[in-house]
T-cell receptor
């Protein structure tokens, strides 16, 4: 069964606007990661937030984590056309050797 | 620096034919290795992972198998492909358990079974 879900499934915004994507998950995690995938390519790691952290920033990215609600959000500020991609959250379950991935949000930034 | 290679990039195979996809990692030793499948417009499904040579864990029952004959080589195989095996296959590595580190992905192989 799917252990991570994201919403919205698709998001279309104008260049310069902010984009927010949400992730909900079902199990206890050590960390929550966000990845980006350009069409037909491999995934690229963006940011990792640990279970004892509530917020983290990296450039134009801001990630929050609420372990009590089992949810995370990714905010991309001042979006650019080059940000057009699919974004996935991924959770590292406590004690596991692998990640579970969310269903992804497809972001389109219109120039 | 570390790099991960996958080949081939694309593959079209008839139903019932065998499959061999290869993944190699350079610039690191004893990596954790992973095979994922991604259906069109969907998330990633973990197929296999390996924490060492000859150590393979399977996540879902399926028509595929994996092997790790060398420390930095991970192979995905099938004896007879099914239509449902079509998809985008991604190999990934991490230096340690995901509890501590991110994963690094290869460019992927797009497999079409006809």
């Amino acid at each position: 069964s799917q252990q991570g879900e994201e919403d919205p499934q698709a998001l279309s915004i104008q260049e310069g606007e902010n984009a927010t994507m949400n992730c909900s998950y079902k199990t206890s995690i050590n960390n929550l990661q966000w990845y980006r995938q350009n069409s037909g390519r491999g995934l690229v790691h963006l940011i990792l937030i640990r279970s004892n952290e509530r917020e983290k920033h990296s450039g134009r990215l801001r990630v929050t984590l609420d372990t009590s609600k089992k949810s995370s959000s990714l905010l991309i500020t001042a979006s650019r056309a080059a940000d057009t991609a699919s974004y996935f959250c991924a959770g590292a379950q406590t004690g596991a050797n692998n990640l579970f991935f969310g269903t992804g949000t497809r972001l389109t930034v219109i120039p | 620096s570390q790099t991960i290679h996958q080949w081939p990039a694309t593959l079209v195979q008839p139903v019932g034919s065998p499959l061999s996809l290869e993944c190699t990692v350079e610039g690191t030793s004893n990596p954790n290795l992973y095979w994922y499948r991604q259906a069109a417009g969907r998330g990633l499904q973990l197929l296999f992972y390996s924490i060492g040579i000859g150590q393979i864990s399977s996540e879902v029952p399926q028509n595929l198998s994996a092997s790790r004959p060398q420390d930095r080589q991970f192979i995905l195989s099938s004896k007879k492909l099914l239509l449902s095996d079509s998809g985008f296959y991604l190999c990934a590595w991490s230096p340690d358990r995901p509890s501590y580190n991110e994963q690094f992905f290869g460019p992927g192989t797009r497999l079409t079974v006809l």
